[in-house]
């Protein structure tokens, strides 16, 4: 007996109840998204008390992302190539998983560490696919003003600026295969792969160039 969701793997046999496979279905997909889940039986099939027939296979599939709040599985029961049954199980679910939250309010371009983030456990069931919250804070500054205790998001920071403003520069020019190297004054912050104005010091007018590494610039391609 093999479920169809996935190629190989067994299920249960013959006296099975179909809620004990539709929540088996739903746990291998929780178990990739989630550090800690949890699910609750809703509603389970009542014909035969859900239990899989002798002789018969299972095709398991989930009618959404398992995330969601409530998770409703479909299961097929086979017979042979012929469907002898088909029975919706719902379940409510919790997918908990780690976040980091600020302790304290943030200015704009302040890296973010353990001096002013927390690690917490948070439940992401049904969270919002536009604002997934941050799984680390290694590298990342705040895009903004971030006020203390928020959930962090990936749209509340930025890569830790490799340029400030009025930081000295190398800004390289660079002309076919011809490459310049000059000095400089950044106008803006900028993270790695940004673009930012830097004023040369030899007095012309500030051009547009894109940040390569910590104090270095390129212009012209």
Known sequence: MRDRTGPGR?????????????????????????EHHRTRLLRSPATSGGVLPAGHELRVQLTGPGSRRRQSVRVDVLDG?????????????????????????????????????????????GWRISRPPLSGVAGLAARRTLPAGLLLGAADTMPVPLVRRHDRVWLQAVSGAVAVAVPGRALADAGPGESVLVRPLQGTGPVRARVTGAGRLEAGR
């Open 10 to 34: 067994p299920v249960p046999g013959a006296g099975t109840t179909l809620p004990d496979a539709a929540r088996e279905a739903l746990a291998a997909t929780l178990t990739s998204q989630c």
């Open 81 to 125: 190539e012929t469907l002898h049954h088909r029975a919706t199980v719902v379940f409510a679910v919790s997918c908990w998983r780690t976040a980091y939250r600020t302790l304290r309010e943030i200015p704009r371009g302040e890296a973010l560490s353990q001096t002013n983030t927390e690690p917490w456990r948070v439940n992401t069931t």
